[in-house]
């Protein structure tokens, strides 16, 4: 089946518009951040900061913060996909939602019905906390899907209405960008502590992170530089709930690209805009999906078009499922050096860890 690209609308892009798109993708560290990006649109710092605000007010800003990558900090992290009967997936849910390393917990269309992510610190062991969850929510089956290759990390939700659905972008985070064995810092601890609070919207957000590490501006912004050369950080960007933001629905291409392939494939799917999320993962007896795709849409149509866009261009004819979402039981941004984490491995695995 041929994907239908919507054609783009007659009327350009509001400078609204374009703040909500500009913000996402990444926020200066200067003493005004809010005064650069807004003269980059046609605002005033003052336009900027009360659309930011309304959004946020209404629900669709979730938070700004700075996005870290766990791998490079030392943490070890997985996707995960267990098998749960159907009356007791509610309850296995919630057991796994009390885990402090859980950031996201789905309940998919598959047999394979909850999915969830899991990181921790890279003293402890990531197969005991899975197994433990797995014996405490009585899963009958659980299989641990860690990233084997990253071939893009990056959601970006088009708020003007204007892409097309097989628009191609040059992948802003890839494996390329990790210093896997860096070593962290107590300054870069400290550093991730503080941005990864959600800032507020003020003329000068980062004054509050400042005064916390003893630094001015200028020396944040210079660290900020050091840990994005290693790996360390991402970026510092605005957070959207997709729901609140019109994509309500979620789709999880998964395809079974041979592994010869699936460098050269990984790295046409990523190119997709559309693409929030694409990895290589292993496979299984049951799961025989290399590449994991991740997209979002205003609609089913919508997200189910957009990977078929991406079959119809880069893997016609070969097999995949589209997995998405049918309740979402935990979604939040993941806290690195929580107390509470250690608490859990303390009364659950009789460890610090």
Same mark, same amino acid.
């Given at each position: 089946?041929?994907?239908?690209?919507?054609?783009?609308?007659?009327?350009?892009?509001?400078?609204?518009?374009?703040?909500?798109?500009?913000?996402?993708?990444?926020?200066?560290?200067?003493?005004?951040?809010?005064?650069?990006?807004a003269r980059e649109v046609g605002?005033?710092?003052?336009?900027?900061?009360?659309?930011?605000?309304?959004?946020? %007010?209404?629900?669709?800003?979730?938070?700004?913060?700075?996005?870290?990558?766990?791998?490079?900090?030392?943490?070890?992290?997985?996707?995960?996909?267990?098998?749960? #009967?159907?009356?007791?997936?509610?309850?296995?849910?919630?057991?796994?939602? #009390?885990?402090?390393?859980?950031?996201?917990?789905?309940?998919?269309?598959?047999?394979?019905?909850?999915?969830?992510?899991?990181?921790?610190?890279?003293?402890?062991?990531?197969?005991?906390?899975?197994?433990?969850?797995?014996?405490?929510?009585?899963?009958?089956?659980?299989?641990?899907?860690?990233?084997?290759?990253?071939?893009?990390?990056?959601?970006?939700?088009?708020?003007?209405?204007?892409?097309?659905?097989?628009?191609?972008?040059?992948? %802003?985070?890839?494996?390329? %960008?990790?210093?896997?064995?860096?070593?962290?810092?107590?300054?870069?601890?400290?550093?991730?502590?503080?941005? %990864?609070?959600?800032?507020?919207?003020?003329?000068?957000?980062?004054?509050?992170?400042?005064?916390?590490?003893?630094?001015?501006?200028?020396?944040v912004a210079a660290h900020a530089?050091?840990?994005?050369?290693?790996?360390?950080?991402?970026?510092?960007?605005?957070?959207?709930?997709?729901?609140?933001? #019109?994509?309500?629905?979620?789709?999880?291409?998964?395809?079974?690209?041979?592994?010869?392939?699936?460098?050269?494939?990984?790295?046409?799917?990523?190119?997709?805009k559309a693409v929030s999320h694409?990895?290589?993962?292993?496979?299984?007896?049951?799961?025989?999906?290399?590449?994991?795709?991740?997209?979002?849409?205003?609609?089913?149509?919508?997200?189910?078009?957009?990977?078929?866009?991406?079959?119809?261009?880069?893997?016609? #004819?070969?097999?995949?499922?589209?997995?998405?979402?049918?309740?979402?039981?935990?979604?939040?941004?993941?806290?690195?050096?929580?107390?509470?984490?250690?608490?859990?491995?303390?009364?659950?695995?009789?460890?610090?860890?």
């Amino acid at each position: 089946m041929t994907a239908t690209v919507p054609p783009a609308p007659l009327s350009p892009p509001t400078p609204r518009e374009q703040l909500l798109n500009r913000i996402q993708r990444d926020i200066p560290i200067v003493r005004r951040p809010y005064a650069v990006l807004a003269r980059e649109v046609g605002l005033t710092e003052h336009e900027a900061l009360e659309i930011l605000r309304e959004v946020k %007010q209404e629900g669709v800003l979730r938070q700004v913060s700075a996005i870290f990558d766990t791998r490079t900090l030392g943490y070890q992290s997985s996707l995960v996909a267990a098998v749960y #009967g159907k009356d007791e997936l509610d309850a296995g849910a919630e057991i796994v939602n #009390g885990h402090p390393g859980v950031s996201h917990n789905y309940r998919r269309n598959h047999d394979f019905n909850l999915w969830y992510t899991i990181a921790v610190p890279p003293e402890s062991d990531l197969e005991a906390h899975v197994q433990k969850l797995h014996e405490l929510s009585g899963a009958t089956l659980t299989r641990l899907m860690p990233t084997l290759h990253l071939f893009k990390i990056g959601v970006e939700f088009d708020m003007t209405g204007t892409e097309d659905w097989n628009a191609k972008a040059t992948p %802003q985070y890839t494996s390329a %960008q990790r210093n896997i064995g860096y070593a962290v810092t107590d300054l870069d601890r400290a550093f991730v502590v503080e941005f %990864q609070k959600d800032l507020p919207v003020t003329e000068e957000p980062y004054a509050d992170a400042c005064a916390a590490l003893g630094l001015d501006i200028d020396e944040v912004a210079a660290h900020a530089e050091k840990m994005k050369a290693a790996g360390a950080l991402r970026r510092v960007s605005a957070v959207f709930r997709h729901q609140k933001a #019109g994509f309500t629905f979620n789709a999880m291409g998964v395809w079974a690209v041979p592994q010869d392939d699936v460098a050269a494939v990984g790295r046409k799917m990523a190119e997709f805009k559309a693409v929030s999320h694409c990895y290589l993962r292993p496979t299984y007896p049951e799961w025989p999906y290399t590449i994991f795709t991740m997209v979002h849409g205003r609609s089913k149509d919508e997200a189910f078009g957009k990977i078929r866009a991406i079959e119809d261009e880069v893997a016609p #004819g070969v097999n995949h499922a589209i997995l998405y979402s049918t309740k979402e039981y935990k979604k939040i941004r993941l806290e690195f050096y929580k107390p509470e984490f250690y608490a859990w491995a303390r009364e659950h695995l009789g460890t610090d860890a």
